[in-house]
């Protein structure tokens, strides 16, 4: 039996189609047109059991699969991937491969860890956080944040997620009047705050105000990171500017949930915020990669240790939530096989060279997909409203 047939066993027990429909529309063109046929494709999303759903579409179109091995994972389904004989690597593993003249041609990567690599093709990037780390490719670089679809799984799926570990852990259930007091207010920050309110929460938001200012004005080509506080007061949240530590610090001080969503390191580091963050008895939560509570707030004080909160989770994001992401940053991966194949034999270096550099999703993929989750998925009257709710151009 080949790998692709052993992971439909084990899917194909948990979940339903309705419930990953993009990946599995991908996943039947694919096993007619493979377009990754003869290429080494390396994945490096958060290694469970929903993320498996990405590597069978891919193992469909013919990709020789490669795992990068991540900060976050089930040690299960490592092991379980490793014993089917798929490759599950570090980058350090992966640069001392290419100091051997192996390369891979695809990397599909996940907050950039494998952004030190040199692949014949190119890289797609799933988060936003990992931007930064492909500043200077040399190769092309979709990021899969920058666009639409990464918002079913930031505004839907972390704020689902967050509440689930609360509730894991012992401290949900009711939260009807609880004071929830977000830091960050862009698709993760917003997709908490508006998942509280919809549980009764008081919610306030602490975001810079004048950066989302900044951003009205800022050219597409900077990427900003989007900022929904319009929304939020239209749903009844505060929102607060991070800048007025004293207002800030009182929030901390008597709110019963704290999470940070800013995705910048150290960003509630300032004196007065570290003094009330070791004085409050809220239950701190970190929703990011980063760690944003900085060095002088213990990780004991915080849950899971700093680290994201929804991974103590069995499926930190559930499976509906994330299909279109996963299935865009497969996509995407296709899209840079077509454009190689375009540019393969061209006598213009030009060409080659402006090919390079950080790229949105094109808006006919993306809108495909959506098509395709809305009309299939189980999730389908929830992105209507999200859409209907927030926003669509791109942040």
């Known amino acids: 039996m080949d790998l692709q047939s052993i992971l439909s066993s084990v899917l194909d027990e948990v979940y339903e189609k309705n419930e990953y429909p993009a990946l599995a529309a991908l996943e039947s063109e694919w096993t007619h047109t493979r377009p990754f046929y003869g290429l080494r494709v390396l994945v490096a999303t958060p290694i469970y059991r929903n993320t498996m759903t990405e590597y069978r579409a891919l193992l469909a179109g ?46 599909l990567d996940c ?46 799926g ?58 009205n004005s800022a050219s597409s080509e900077t990427m900003p990171a989007g900022d929904f506080s319009a929304v939020l007061e239209q749903n009844g949240v505060d929102v607060v500017d991070c800048h007025d530590y004293a207002a800030v610090a009182s929030l901390i001080e ?11 390191k150290n960003a509630l580091s300032a004196p007065e ?31 899971n240790a700093k680290g994201p909160l929804n ?26 096989v077509q454009e190689a194949a375009t540019l393969e034999g061209s006598s213009d270096a030009a060409s080659a060279e402006n090919s390079a550099g950080l790229r949105f999703p094109p808006q006919e993929i993306e809108q495909r997909l959506l098509t395709i989750a809305i009309q299939n998925g189980v999730i389908g009257p929830e992105i209507c409203s999200m859409l209907g709710g927030i926003p669509t151009e791109m942040d």
């Open 158 to 215: 972390t704020g689902d997620g967050y509440f689930r570990g609360l509730e894991k852990l012992g401290l949900g259930g009711d939260f009807e009047g609880k004071k929830l007091l977000v830091f960050g207010s862009g698709k993760v920050g917003s997709g908490i705050a508006l998942q509280g309110v919809r549980r009764g929460c008081n919610v306030t938001v602490v975001t810079d105000l004048k950066r989302g200012q900044s951003q």
């Open 62 to 107: 013919g990709a020789d699969l490669l795992v990068g091995f991540s900060e976050f994972n089930d040690p299960d389904v490592v092991d379980f991937m490793r014993e089917w004989g798929v490759p599950v690597v570090t980058p350090a593993e992966m640069l001392e491969a290419e100091s051997r003249g192996e390369f891979v041609d695809l990397v």
């Open 254 to 264: 008597n709110s019963d949930f704290v999470v940070t969503a800013t995705g910048v």
């Open 273 to 303: 915020l570290t003094e009330a963050l070791l004085s409050t008895q809220a239950n701190l939560a970190n929703m990011g990669v980063e760690d944003e509570y900085g060095e002088a707030v213990p990780a004991e004080k915080v849950l």
């Open 111 to 156: 907050a950039g860890p494998f952004a030190v690599l040199h692949p014949k093709i190119g890289f797609v990037e799933l988060t936003r956080s990992g931007v930064h780390y492909y500043k200077d490719a040399e190769k092309p670089v979709y990021v899969a944040d920058s666009g639409i679809v990464k918002r079913i799984e930031t505004s839907l």
């Open 311 to 336: 991974f103590i989770l069995e499926e930190p994001t559930h499976l509906k939530y994330i299909d279109t992401s996963l299935a865009l940053h497969a996509a995407l991966a296709e899209r840079l």
